[in-house]
């Protein structure tokens, strides 16, 4: 028997992340919920265990799935030091596949700018299959690791 949450990994293929709930909206978009796998975290000033905070959730575009464009819901972690000698207060965690403030993953980042980097033109269909705004691909910043774009 397949181990569940083993087995939603791997599929989203998205290491450190386990998916928590997949649903499918009346437009036909996929949503999916995902959390990271890490259960304990020590505080990055003092080292002491960290106490949970509770979770605030953020959205991104992800790659498309079976031609359906996708959104990940990330409830992320929000962390405090319990150490009253500690400054460093509270904190809420990353992931270097969904930066913060960001409106696509990562690897969807890539795989627009990989396709941008080699003259690959926008149209209406490409727009669709990835589910994106034209604007927020032009206002994204290109950076490193467009050769190595994830195709869906
Ligand atoms: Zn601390």
Redesign the pocket.
Known sequence: MVDGIGAEAVLLGMPGFVVRAVVEDDDGEVWGAVETTATAVG?P??G?RARSKGRRRVQVRDLSVGGRSVRLVWSKRRWT?P?PD?G?GSWTETHPEIQPRAVLSERTRRWVFGHARRGWRWNLTQERRLGLVLCEARHGEPGAGGDQAVRS
């Open positions: 505080c000033a003092c002491v030091c150490d500690c460093r």
